[in-house]
């Protein structure tokens, strides 16, 4: 199946036929030089933020409330360092034939055996995160402090009877199959099961040369892993999916980097993160195996990840691998549009860093976006724009036909059509979802009115036309009270409503919302304490790590703890914070700052 545009101009045409109703609302589509169906293709390719996603197959792990950092149901947490085994893997899958670890093609596996190479001391334990050893792993934080943490997860010491293994998986990256890829510097300790039932993946990111580190040297720097530690525990306080971050090692070892590819390469130190999923399975996983014609080790790996990880899926099911799909295909809209209610890019969204469960992994040069634009580009790297933000509904789209085309070879010819028509309501699954988060950043209660898109559209096109921060606009919406709105009395802390409400529609727009928030029969109150309550005051901007890293690469880790702190406890505010800046426009030295694949 060929890659093309999310086309939804059956839903447009549906919503038009409503919208365009009022003469008043024509007018100012047509005074502002925009059309209804530009509101609701850029509002599909653009931002909405999650209220409360539990309606998400019924899944707690939806949810966008963040959740308390200390586990209180279980007050026993144990002193010392939980086991880990790779031996369900091992019994499961064929293990690369080969167990020297020098860089290779390698074939007939999932596996391959590879140990950590130490890192060079002296180490330092730069932070941790108190929520993942507590809820997850259930160890008492004091554990982080012995020697024995330390070496155990930045690669130094095994577990006794330990096997660490690096996962073969190929992808299409930014658009072209790249052949075999794996785990290049990653090490995977083993599994863990948890008091709550929970089974959980823990590996290092790192730790040194594996059979698939291809050119590189398996090392990752203080830059790029304080950045994925952050991220992955913000992304998980905001509610999105994603891998969990332990711990960060930082060492003295020089790693070269050169940051933008452009021969300027500079020493800087190396640094393992602890970094944990219930699986790193992913649909490069599946393309390796029936690119190489690996076709009976392609279902080991389906029903295998069909009975951990879909429980809801019958083993003997026929169409078994037709409800996979169908199940990834849907929370992968889910997953994307919530990437997108949060302001989040990516910025590198090949095959090999999408999840089959649908969770956010491999952080690199992704970014949260500030000034609204659709076309913002995290990745300096992406000339193109391929991976922009307002792009990732069809980065998400074609990525699921790589699937497809993964899983082809064990359908039969009605379920390859079956399948093809399920995909073909990705488009309509991603809409449905992103407007329903919308309308809860909005605060638009009750039933589905038939100006919501457009109201939606309306305000996404002023904040373009303002460059109204994205974050603090909804942040602010939520803050104000209806009568400041009313009477156009806005306080000048509300920086980003005060920028949107310098466009010349602003007073038409309020016109149309305060009406729309008072039919849901509720205190203005109770309104702004729902929309504070999914509309976050701070986010990882890129400004925010940059002014940590550079902190960091000084052996000051202060600011880390400090965001790590803040981003635990998004949508409160949070006085250090604010004395920071956290929710202030950002500095002028933040304009010029870059991000790229080097890591």
Not at 103 to 114: A, D, G, H, L
Not at 117 to 128: D, E, F, M
Not at 233 to 248: D, I, N
Not at 427 to 455: T, V, W
Request: aromatic share 10%; hydrophobic share 35%; proline share 4%.
């Amino acid at each position: 199946m060929s890659q093309k545009k999310i086309n939804s101009n059956k839903t447009i045409c549906r919503l038009t036929e409503h919208k365009m109703k009022s003469r008043r609302l024509a007018l100012l589509a047509w005074k502002m030089d925009i059309t209804v169906d530009l509101f609701l293709v850029a509002l599909a390719n653009c931002f909405l933020l999650c209220l409360n996603c539990s309606d998400f197959c019924g899944n707690d792990r939806w949810r966008l409330y963040s959740r308390n950092a200390s586990s209180s149901c279980f007050s026993e947490r144990r002193h010392n360092i939980p086991t880990l085994s790779c031996k369900k893997l091992m019994e499961a899958f064929p293990t690369d034939e080969i167990d020297v670890n020098y860089i290779r093609t390698v074939k007939r596996c999932v596996f391959s055996q590879s140990y950590p190479t130490p890192l060079k001391g002296p180490l330092k334990l730069a932070a941790v995160s108190k929520d993942v050893l507590e809820s997850v792993l259930d160890v008492d934080v004091s554990v982080s402090l012995s020697e024995d943490f330390v070496l155990y997860f930045s690669g130094g010491k095994l577990f006794t009877g330990s096997v660490p293994l690096a996962h073969r998986y190929g992808g299409h990256q930014f658009g072209y199959w790249a052949g075999q890829l794996g785990d290049g510097r990653a090490h995977l300790l083993g599994q863990y099961t948890n008091r709550k039932g929970e089974t959980w993946e823990l590996q290092l990111k790192g730790s040194g040369k594996t059979p698939y580190s291809r050119s590189g040297d398996g090392r990752a720097v203080v830059r790029s892993s304080v950045r994925e530690f952050l991220c992955s525990e913000a992304m998980h306080h905001l509610g999105v999916p994603t891998s969990r971050a332990a711990s960060l090692i930082v060492s003295e070892e020089p790693v070269w980097r050169d940051p933008f590819y452009n021969g300027s390469a500079q020493k800087e130190r190396g640094a393992v993160v602890l970094r944990l999923a219930r699986s790193w399975f992913r649909i490069g996983s599946l393309e390796i195996l029936t690119r190489s014609g690996e076709l009976d080790l392609l279902r080991k790996v389906l029903d295998f990840v069909i009975e951990e990880h879909f429980t809801t899926i019958q083993t003997d099911d026929l169409d078994k691998y037709v409800a996979l799909f169908s199940t990834v295909v849907k929370e992968t809209a889910h997953l994307i549009a919530q990437w997108m209610s949060v302001g989040f890019a990516h910025g590198v969204g090949n095959t090999d860093n999408f999840s089959l469960l649908s969770i956010t992994i491999d952080y690199g040069p992704f970014g949260f976006m500030e000034a609204y634009n659709p076309n913002f580009v995290p990745n300096t790297s992406d000339d193109e724009g391929r991976y922009s933000i307002g792009a990732q509904a069809n980065m998400g789209l074609f990525n699921l036909e790589k699937l497809l085309e993964a899983l082809y070879p064990v359908l039969n010819p009605n379920q390859q059509s079956w399948a093809k028509h399920i995909l073909k309501g990705f488009p309509q699954i991603y809409q449905k979802r992103f407007q329903e988060l919308f309308k809860a950043k909005l605060g638009l209660e009750g039933e589905e009115e038939s100006d919501d898109g457009y109201l939606i559209a309306f305000l996404l096109k002023m904040m373009e036309d303002t460059g109204a921060d994205f974050s603090m606009t909804f942040r602010h919406l939520s803050e104000v009270s209806a009568q400041q709105l009313h009477s156009r009395s806005i306080p000048k802390a509300m920086w980003a409503l005060q920028d949107l409400s310098d466009h010349e529609y602003f007073s038409e727009w309020v016109n149309m919302y305060l009406p729309r928030l008072q039919r849901a029969h509720r205190s203005d109150e109770v309104r702004q304490h729902q929309m504070r309550g999914v509309n976050p005051r701070y986010v990882l901007r890129n400004w925010m790590a940059e002014s940590a890293i550079r902190k960091a690469e000084k052996d000051d880790f202060s600011e880390v703890m400090l965001l790590q702190d803040v981003l635990s406890r998004p949508y409160v505010e949070h006085p250090q914070a604010e004395e920071r800046g956290y929710a202030s426009p950002p500095p002028h030295w933040a304009k010029g700052l870059k991000v790229s694949c080097s890591s």
